[in-house]
Structures are given as structure tokens and as C-alpha cells.
């Protein structure tokens, strides 16, 4: 079982709706991770919180908006979402940010997402 | 410039074969990491190997073993007599020193389907 959980396994949501996926890890990871990804491509980095400061944004639209309550929770708010932003969504974590020595990356079992 | 290739994108082998994916990596550091992830049909990356650029030591796990070559920039991960169950999409991907506190980058490539044919 992954250590990553994320919440929730799959999602269908209209343009206008508001939504929310979470994740939580329970290993003490002080850096958590969005990523996305389509099908038959890699999982392509959306944010990355470091020590639950937001650390790094990859031009992400402002219809997804991160947010890290605590170090073990990471949720991504959706609002307004476009059909092309149907894809798993994958949480990851690891051992800190130590830049010497990246740990490796601890994914959940992703969220499905479709948007109609 | 893409930092991490994979070549193959599908690769289909029959049960018990032996199966090599070709991982080729670009990068300026002299200190790096490589990663392989799987990621079966379910969706869940599952880490595999972690090996940092001072350690040319091949390494075996079971049945598979990866291959590390700095001469040719490539971490090759092979695996032993397939069985079904191995059948998913393989990423290699490479972290690199960073040198601000913005957290680590991975890099990944586009990954190689494996196919294992009863």
C-alpha cells in the first residue's frame, strides 16, 4: 500500500464547479508535490511545497490553486477547469529538500480526472 | 533540450524472456541522482532504484538489475526472466544538485510501455 494517500480516486466535474483533491503523508517528508499527467506522457511537475511554503510553481493556471495546510496535507483547489485539464493528478513527497542528496519522490495512487 | 531519453516506447516480450530498458541521461553536474519508477495500469508510481553519480556499481535486485554507465550517460534497468505482473510503463528520471531552496527537480523521461505476453 502506497504511503501517499490521495482523495479522491477519481473525479468528474463540470467547468463551473469548484473542487478539491488531498492528499496526506504520514512519513515526515517535509516536501510535497503536485504533478500531472496525461496519458502515455510523463508526469509533468506542477508545485512544489518546501517546508509548507510554496517553493516552486511551473506557470501553473490560476484555475489551480495550491494549498498546504500542514506538513502532512496538501490539497489542489480546482475552479473553472477546461476539458484539457482531464488527467491523473498525482501527489508526491520526500525526505525533505535536502539539495545535496535528493531523496527519492513517494507518489499516491493519483486522482482521475475528468472534466466535462 | 530533453534530459532524460527513452527510446523505446513500447517493447513486447513473451513470458521468461529477459527484457533491457534504455535509460540516457544529459546533464552538466557532477553530482546527480537517477531514479527508475514504475507505474502499472492502476496509475501509481512505485519507486524502483536510486543511485547517485559516484556509484558506478551495478546493482541486482531480484530480477532486475540496472546497468550504470558515466561514460555513456546511460542507466540501463534489465529484468530477468518477465513475468506478466512486470508489465507497465517504466520512467527513468534524473535530480540534479539545485542549487536554491526551491526543492529538487526530477526529470523524467517519457517512459517505455513493457508489455510481458503470457
Known amino acids: 500500500d502506497t504511503e501517499v494517500t490521495q482523495t479522491p480516486k477519481h473525479l468528474v466535474m463540470g467547468m463551473t464547479n469548484k473542487k478539491s483533491l488531498k492528499c496526506e503523508q504520514h512519513m515526515g517528508h517535509r516536501a510535497m508535490y503536485w504533478y500531472k499527467q496525461k496519458a502515455k506522457k510523463p508526469p509533468e511537475l506542477m508545485f512544489v511545497?518546501?517546508?509548507?511554503?510554496?517553493?516552486i510553481n511551473e506557470s501553473v493556471p490560476s484555475r489551480f490553486s495550491p494549498e498546504c495546510p500542514n506538513s502532512s496535507l496538501l490539497n489542489l483547489h480546482l475552479h473553472a477547469l477546461q476539458p484539457e485539464d482531464s488527467a491523473l493528478y498525482l501527489c508526491?513527497?520526500?525526505?525533505?529538500?535536502?539539495?545535496?542528496?535528493?531523496?527519492?519522490?513517494?507518489f499516491g495512487n493519483g486522482t482521475r480526472l475528468t472534466v466535462t | 533540450a530533453q534530459k532524460v531519453t527513452q527510446a523505446q516506447t513500447e517493447i513486447s516480450v513473451v513470458e521468461k524472456e529477459d527484457v533491457t530498458l534504455d535509460c540516457v541521461y544529459e546533464t552538466r553536474d557532477t553530482t546527480y541522482y537517477l531514479f527508475w519508477y514504475k507505474q502499472p495500469p492502476s496509475g501509481e508510481l512505485v519507486f524502483l532504484i536510486r543511485r547517485n553519480s559516484f556509484d558506478e556499481q551495478n546493482e541486482i535486485s531480484g530480477r532486475y538489475s540496472w546497468n550504470f554507465q558515466k561514460s555513456t550517460s546511460s542507466f540501463n534497468f534489465t529484468i530477468t526472466a518477465s513475468q506478466v505482473v512486470d508489465s507497465a510503463v517504466y520512467f527513468c528520471?534524473?535530480?540534479?544538485?539545485?542549487?536554491?531552496?526551491?526543492?529538487?527537480?526530477?526529470?523524467f523521461g517519457t517512459g517505455t510501455s513493457l508489455t510481458v505476453i503470457p
Open positions: 508526491a513527497s520526500s525526505q525533505g529538500v535536502n539539495l545535496q542528496n535528493p531523496r527519492a519522490l513517494h
Open positions: 511545497y518546501s517546508y509548507e511554503k510554496l517553493s
Open positions: 528520471a534524473l535530480s540534479e544538485q539545485q542549487r536554491t531552496n526551491t526543492g529538487n527537480q526530477f526529470y
